[in-house]
């Protein structure tokens, strides 16, 4: 059929008005660089509902569903969501997280997996109708708490300790595939956009089991997990991570080798990688120094969350305070106990924050937001970042 030039026009028109539309509206979904904090069901009660500190966050990852064989999902911990997704809502306030994010305009997305949840994984992942039903319960979730996305949290395909197989690394690009097409599907019958993103290891030795030139067309964003470099599982102790490689560790244990990695050998636009900042260190027992054999972690003076940056907080003055300016990120030697931390603070934060600033990066991911809640109510790391990428 032959159209008239004046149709030809209006219909292109009309195609790049839509374009633009799309770009706004995805655009609207967080702000120029996302501030990303996962929250951890499971810690409802050290930092309540009402004391979530909206105003320094773009987006909450809700941590953790987690998949069982049958490709359905279940919310890591009953109590947790019951007091925090809904049924049993927080007495101070008679409310729940989404529609409460939502009015602050922070979004809330639903991460499923986690370190310890993945093992189910691969077998969901290998099967239509597991898949399928994986999908399927993703939904349900959304439609139920209203959640804007979904969060895959797979630790890690491929990674044989979980379960994980050569096959993972297609299964994967299959069940991304299969709950974008789903989510977008949802999206058009409720005039809304979800999101879909999924938290990526840092290294290359991991990353040979994705598909990784799937991920820029699948996912709205890459969550790089840049920690957990050096921990007592290591040789000798390091840092938990670094912004810069130091001369005596991994050249490869950074954020800045981890946003190459991704940026320019893989070439994935900046703007779809988001960076990690933890908010809690690692501890070495029976070492003096950095880059030292140790004796595994401190569980005599640092009990379950104990290497928080708010319990850490506290011992700077008691312990001595180092800067490693090449890495640029602080540690502690309590020499009293024969124990190094590593860990961030807000000097270090602030130069990751820059970093993502200066590189053109889509933000900052942070496991886990509880972990720098003061006793005052104030969250030093959480506002330092926050003072940089949203310029408050």
């Not at 820059?354 to 959480?382: C, F, N, Q």
Request: contains cysteine; aromatic residues 10%; hydrophobic residues 35%.
């Amino acid at each position: 059929m032959k159209l008239h030039k004046g149709v030809i026009q209006m219909r292109i028109q009309g195609t790049i008005l839509w374009t633009v539309l799309l770009i706004l509206e995805s655009g609207a979904l967080c702000s120029a660089q996302d501030i990303i904090g996962y929250y951890p069901s499971w810690k409802w009660e050290v930092m309540p509902l009402s004391q979530i500190p909206f105003d320094k966050l773009t987006c909450i990852n809700y941590a953790f569903f987690r998949p069982l064989p049958d490709g359905t999902i279940v919310g890591k911990d009953s109590v947790g969501d019951k007091m925090i997704l809904g049924e049993h809502q927080e007495p101070s306030t008679g409310e729940t997280l989404v529609p409460t994010a939502h009015r602050n305009g922070v979004k809330v997305m639903l991460s499923i997996g986690g370190w310890t949840d993945s093992e189910n994984f691969p077998a969901v992942a290998s099967r239509p109708e597991t898949r399928s039903a994986f999908v399927h319960s993703c939904l349900e979730q959304v439609r139920l708490y209203g959640f804007d996305g979904i969060d895959l949290d797979w630790e890690y395909p491929g990674y044989p300790d979980h379960g994980g197989s050569p096959a993972d690394g297609k299964n994967f690009t299959r069940l991304l595939r299969e709950l974008k097409d789903s989510l977008e599907a949802y999206g058009e019958t409720s005039a809304t956009s979800y999101r879909l993103t999924a938290a990526l290891p840092s290294f290359e030795s991991a990353l040979s089991n994705y598909e990784v030139d799937s991920l820029r067309v699948l996912l709205d964003a890459l969550n790089v997990m840049t920690y957990d470099y050096y921990g007592s599982w290591s040789a000798r102790s390091g840092h938990n991570a670094a912004l810069y490689a130091s001369p005596e560790q991994d050249s490869l244990s950074s954020m800045d080798a981890a946003f190459k990695l991704f940026t320019i050998h893989y070439s994935i636009p900046p703007g779809l990688v988001n960076l990690g900042v933890p908010f809690y260190g690692h501890t070495f027992a029976e070492c003096t120094d950095l880059n030292s054999p140790h004796g595994g972690p401190d569980t005599i003076h640092f009990r379950g969350d104990g290497a928080t940056y708010a319990a850490l907080a506290s011992l700077v003055d008691s312990c001595d305070r180092h800067w490693d300016e090449h890495a640029r990120v602080p540690y502690l030697i309590c020499a009293r106990w024969k124990t190094v931390v590593s860990y961030d603070d807000p000097q270090s934060v602030a130069e990751k924050a820059r970093y993502v600033l200066e590189h053109k990066a889509r933000g900052i991911i942070i496991w886990e937001i509880t972990g720098d809640y003061m006793p005052d109510g104030e969250s030093p790391l959480l506002e330092t970042v926050a003072s940089i990428l949203r310029k408050k």
